[in-house]
């Protein structure tokens, strides 16, 4: 369990069994709880996302787009005009003739509307169709998230609540159940990220074993770093669905470098810079940036291998040829979605600004009707796409409390939460002070990063279990400060500066008595971590009818509107 109690003078000779445990101990708990916990809580979101998935029958706010462009692509390989009123014609009718003369020009890569596409092939044109994927997606975020945090916290309990507050949160909700690309972004950043955090424990164990067996090199030994792999795949893929994933590959591009060298440094390499650059930096290069790259341009291969897209213009007999010669249209095409992004400046009715994102200021009315029939004299049925306001507020004083944790003890966790908000979130900046049009869904991609700061506070709330130190071991990473000697080195176990091992716990040698008792500090902060998550459950369970489009009395809907910017 995460901690923050500082440790006594007395441990600071303590020594630890080997360096393996030093630089990435194990998760504790088993692997049985360690998945189960996950699981119930992943079928009780997939219950919430899946369950009306169908409703409102029709095509609500941006799905007049990606629902109709994802048909396209399964049709042509690209996207196709369609006819007026082609959404009332699907919504009779799926297999309804939409298709109008030629290519249409769209603003964004196309892997978001394949997976919508996905839906469509599997259940028709139909809302449960195209809305079929995106509920998959938000359901498997929250147990990535779960995982995740599991392994940053080193606590089950911790990872379970994690993916519970993504589960709650109203716009992971609203953007799970809607065509909209979003939800995808999402995914494959919050993916991404689980493959380096997975790879930053693995590697550290490759490179103790490494060291321990005799590697000597004043670089240090070389190290595979395979999950890596993946994170470049999973980062391309969410460049793919909309472009604000590039900001995510330089960032955690950059995290993995810090860590490579934290974790040579912490385990005693004479040259960590150097070794740092020359063995972890360009392969890192190639994993995270060229493998996006490939895995970006493999999803456009309807646009390159069938002719007629948008810009295509003539292509080769030689299918093998087709991939070289569309090259110079494809970069004009993306020359073109650039300029149209860049003076993207339409005033919208339910546009915000980044700065009132994190508030919920101006959230998004994705779907609103006034039924007939409700037992009153006025009807309401909404899905209003906007947070749980308890998550978000509590988020923003989280992500406060993490930023200074990260500044004062040099927690690697709180460093990595910062990094994944601000990616995804200062990067707006500067197109709103263009004035570029944007929503609050946008912000879709921040809320794992959210969650994952109000956890680590939590945990640091809460405390150590008895016999366990505290924030070197288990909140920043650090255990006590070992023999300098230990391994052969005087600096065998410099300061980290993003915290060496992880979240688990350290035992203390019997000689070493706890800092603070934990019995009554644990009690209060597990009841504050419990009251939490159960006023963020009743704030879900009282905004639920307006995220899910139920029909409502006039009185009742407005009660749920609690800001004028709200409406």
């Known amino acids: 369990m995460a901690t923050t109690d500082l440790v006594p003078a007395s441990a600071s000779r303590w020594r630890p069994p080997s360096m393996r445990e030093w630089l990435a101990p194990a998760v504790p708990g088993g692997a049985l709880a360690g998945w189960l916990g996950p699981l119930l809580v992943t079928l009780f979101a997939g219950f919430l996302r899946f369950y009306r998935l169908g409703q409102p029958k029709a095509v609500v706010f941006d799905e007049t787009y990606y629902a109709k462009d994802a048909l396209a692509l399964l049709k042509f390989g690209w996207e196709h005009n369609t006819v007026d009123n082609a959404d009332k014609l699907l919504i009779a009718d799926p297999d309804a003739r939409i298709w109008g003369q030629g290519p249409s020009f769209v603003a964004h890569p196309p892997f978001g509307k394949w997976m919508i596409a996905m839906g469509e092939w599997a259940f028709g044109a139909t809302p449960f169709g195209w809305r079929f994927v995106p509920a998959l997606a938000g359901t498997l975020s929250v147990l990535i998230l779960c995982r995740v945090a599991r392994r940053m916290t080193g606590s089950t309990l911790l990872g379970c609540a994690a993916g519970l507050l993504l589960a709650l949160d109203g716009l992971e909700f609203v953007t799970s159940r809607a065509a909209l690309l979003d939800v995808f972004v999402m995914f494959w950043i919050l993916a991404g990220f689980a493959c380096l955090v997975n790879d930053r424990d693995r590697s550290r164990r490759v490179l103790a074993d490494k060291i321990e067996a005799g590697a000597t090199s004043v670089y240090g030994p070389f190290l595979a770093h395979g999950w890596r792999w993946g994170a470049g795949v999973c980062l391309g893929l969410a ?69 007629g897209g948008w810009g295509r213009g003539h292509a080769s007999s030689h299918w093998w040829w087709r991939p070289f010669e569309a090259m110079p249209d494809l970069w004009d095409y993306h020359r073109q979605m650039l300029n149209f992004h860049n003076n993207l400046d339409a005033k919208h009715p339910y546009q915000s600004w980044p700065w009132d994102w994190p508030v919920l200021r101006r959230p998004v009315a994705f779907f609103y009707t006034e039924p007939k029939t409700c037992g009153a004299p006025r009807c309401s049925r909404e899905i209003l796409g906007i947070g749980t306001p308890a998550l978000w507020w509590g988020a923003l004083a989280a992500l406060v409390v993490v930023l200074f944790i990260w500044l004062i003890l040099r927690d690697w966790r709180a460093g990595a939460i910062v990094l994944g908000f601000l990616a995804g979130w200062l990067t707006w900046f500067p197109s709103a002070f263009r004035d570029r049009t944007m929503f609050l869904f946008y912000a879709t991609p921040l809320i794992p990063f959210m969650v994952l700061a109000i956890v680590l506070v939590l945990g640091y709330l809460i405390g150590p279990a008895s016999g366990l130190v505290g924030a070197h071991a288990a909140a920043s990473g650090r255990p006590p400060e070992p023999d300098p000697e230990a391994y052969g080195e005087d600096d065998a176990f410099p300061d980290d500066l993003h915290g060496p091992t992880g979240a688990r716990l350290a035992p203390v040698p019997a000689s070493v008595p706890s800092p603070v008792p934990p019995g009554v500090r644990r009690l209060v902060g597990a009841a504050a971590a419990g009251a939490f998550l159960l006023v963020v459950l009743a704030n879900f369970a009282y905004f639920y009818p307006i995220l899910a489009a139920q029909t409502l009395t006039y009185d009742d809907w407005h009660a749920r509107i609690w800001f004028k910017s709200w409406i």
């Not at 385990?267 to 940036?289: C, K, N």
């Open 239 to 307: 460049c793919a669905t909309k472009w604000t994933g590039v900001f995510y590959v330089a960032a955690f591009g950059l995290m993995v470098v810090l860590w490579d060298y934290g974790a040579r440094r912490a385990a005693g390499v004479r040259d960590p810079i150097a070794g740092t650059l020359l063995l972890d930096a360009v392969p890192a290069f190639v994993q995270l940036v060229v493998v996006a790259l490939v895995s970006y341009l493999a999803t456009w291969s309807g646009w390159i291998f069938k002719p």
